[in-house]
């Protein structure tokens, strides 16, 4: 597609947004609007508007909607849109790039003199754990990165004090502790008029993607680039903020756009609806209307939602999760969610949704993995069988202990076997249609043409009240219910 192309397809509500000559914007999306699309014109518009040679940056805080936005500005124009020093990166990547910058200039120092990270996802990747409530942090200390010892609420697998002090002066990171260093340094004088010299120097313009998924931290640097005078545009819809487990502050959003200034222009016509009916119930959701429901059956639908996985798993053979829970980083669950991702890649061509996660918690590199996947297959099959769980349990231990060091339950208990259990019930249902089954914060993006929504009696008094952009439950159901294009329904129970 020529760039013109990509301009004519563009609604006249979606070519203001995108051109605007405001240099501060906040662009309000609703479902299906077309953000994306929005974002990726207005960043190549910046791109090649004029010949100031410093970057134009467009962040986001998943490396998948990095990568949907970065595609979309390939696809409209072209690679030279991403030419050094332009790009589109995570924000994590951002918050890297200016702690290397204070290592530089020496506001921070780190263990053995390191001016350059070598920064990971998780403690995990490299260091072996234990299970334990004592968590090594690490803190500023007059400019100094030390290490420190906190207690926390409940136990996980975390590494050892010493390990982490080797990896830090080995040149170690996690992308957790570079947030906390960086926030801890802005508090102390004269980084703050250091990071905004940068900023200067080196960049003329900044598109934030998903800005109400921001924390506190994250809305400081967004700050930061405006009072550096920096072209800043914020896209983003409060009615779809699900975040605040991983400290997002969407409250604090329009405090910033107010004021810092910005305009704001809106998308509200959405191309996601196929339906009159599907129109209706978003206008109606987004009103703070009271709705009711529909029933559907599994039968015809593309999807089953829900608020949280358990409620998928109870909701009948039919409905295959795509996990069994939230992420813990135990070694139980890990083995178990690599079995059930060799069912869901069989079933939908796709890894459970904690996949790289328990391969991170195991160990597990990318070589090691390929090798499991045959023997996988087969505790799948036998699993489809009439093999004992308890022998199935067995077995998937001694197949994931030949690829990793980590400790593996020596006791199988009810939460183990429940799962196989589970996992065996959809596999004895496979001559029927399985349908998966996700949470909202797993659909975000996402978009299906009928979608069935796992409701409990609560959620169901809470949409006959009419839902809140103020409530965090109350957008995720708000999510949850904008997903279909045609169709959505309610379900409950067992949907078989």
């Known amino acids: 597609m020529t760039r013109a192309d ?3 397809a563009l609604t006249s509500e979606q070519l203001t947004a995108a051109g605007t000559p405001h240099r501060r914007l906040y662009i309000e999306a609703a479902p299906g609007s077309g953000k994306t699309t929005v974002a990726a014109q207005r960043f190549g518009i910046q791109r090649f508007h004029g010949n100031d040679q410093r970057a134009v940056i467009a962040v986001s805080f998943t490396r998948s909607a990095t990568a949907e936005l970065r595609d979309r500005v390939l696809s409209q124009w072209g690679p030279d849109a991403l030419a050094w020093p332009h790009r589109i990166v995570t924000l994590d990547t951002i918050v890297c790039d200016l702690l290397t910058h204070l290592l530089h200039t020496g506001h921070v120092r780190w ?7 070598t920064v990971i996802d998780h403690w995990r990747v490299l260091l072996s754990t234990q299970w334990t409530d004592r968590e090594t942090t690490v803190a500023l200390e007059t400019g100094q990165v030390v290490t420190q010892i906190v207690r926390r609420a409940g136990k996980a697998n975390r590494p050892s004090t010493v390990d982490v002090g080797e990896a830090l ?4 990171c996690t992308h957790q502790d570079a947030r906390h260093l960086l926030e801890s340094a802005l508090g102390t004088h004269g980084v703050r008029d250091v990071l905004l010299a940068r900023l200067v120097q080196t960049a003329r313009a900044l598109i934030v993607d998903e800005i109400f998924d921001a924390n506190a931290l994250d809305l400081s640097l967004v700050r930061l680039a405006a009072d550096a005078g920096l072209e800043v545009t914020v896209v983003g819809d409060p009615w779809q903020a699900l975040y605040g487990f991983r400290g997002a502050r969407p409250e604090q959003v329009p405090c910033l756009v107010q004021d810092a200034c910005f305009v704001q222009r809106d998308l509200r016509t ?7 009916q599907q129109a209706l119930l978003a206008d109606q959701l987004r009103a703070g209307q009271g709705v009711t429901l529909p029933e559907g059956h599994a039968e015809n639908m593309d999807v089953f939602l829900a608020l949280r996985w358990k409620p998928l798993w109870e909701a009948g053979p039919h409905v295959l999760p795509l996990a069994y829970g939230s992420t813990t980083g135990q070694i139980h669950e ?9 069912v869901t890649q069989r079933t939908f061509g796709e890894n459970a949704t904690f996949h790289s996660d328990a391969l991170i918690t195991l160990g597990i590199d990318h070589e090691a993995a390929q090798r499991l996947r045959s023997p996988l297959q087969a505790i799948a099959a036998d699993l489809a069988g009439t093999t004992g769980i308890a022998e199935i349990w067995t077995s998937l231990n001694t197949v994931v202990a030949s690829e990793t060091d980590r400790p593996l339950p020596r ?3 009810h939460t183990h076997t429940a799962r196989l259990e589970n996992l065996r019930a959809r596999l004895h249902a496979s001559a029927s249609r399985i349908v998966p089954g996700l949470t909202a914060h797993q659909a975000k993006g996402r978009e299906w043409d009928a979608v069935g929504v796992c409701l409990t009696g609560p959620e169901r008094e809470t949409l006959r009240q009419g839902l809140s952009s103020e409530s965090e439950d109350h957008r995720k159901l708000y999510v949850a219910l904008t997903r279909a294009k045609r169709m959505t329904t309610a379900v409950s129970g067992d949907v078989q």
């Open 411 to 413: 006791r199988r208990n």
């Open 270 to 276: 959405s191309f996601r609806w196929k339906s009159a």
């Open 334 to 342: 890990a083995a178990c969610t690599l079995l059930l991702s060799e």
């Open 169 to 172: 002066a080995d040149g170690y």
């Open 111 to 117: 263990p053995a003199g390191h001016r350059r990270l």
């Open 6 to 8: 990509a301009a004519s």
